[in-house]
């Protein structure tokens, strides 16, 4: 259900009108509350890297990188390595 959710914020942050700002802010800051799978947790740090071609023009706020990096370090799949790099990068 969440990874539903996700994708569906996901694609309103992404259609949702540029003169929206204040809906587009809500959207951003809730959309790491929904990225429980791997797969969206890997969206959320590609997306903090500027790697995430569909949220190339939204970027983060700080907070928005600290859920970013946090959701980093419950990856199954990645290394203390990987996960502490990711953190030096944002500290």
Not at 15 to 38: H, P, Y
Request: proline share 1%.
């Amino acid at each position: 259900m969440n990874i539903s959710l996700f994708y569906y914020i996901l694609w309103l942050i992404k259609t949702t009108s540029q003169t929206k700002a204040n809906r587009i802010i809500v959207l951003k800051n809730k959309l790491s509350g929904f990225a429980d799978s791997q797969e969206c947790k890997k969206v959320l740090v590609d997306w903090w890297g500027e790697k995430f071609e569909p949220l190339r023009d939204h970027k983060m706020t700080l907070g928005q990188q600290w859920a970013a990096v946090t959701k980093a370090f419950t990856l199954k799949d990645w290394t203390l390595e990987q996960k502490e790099e990711l953190f030096s990068k944002q500290a």
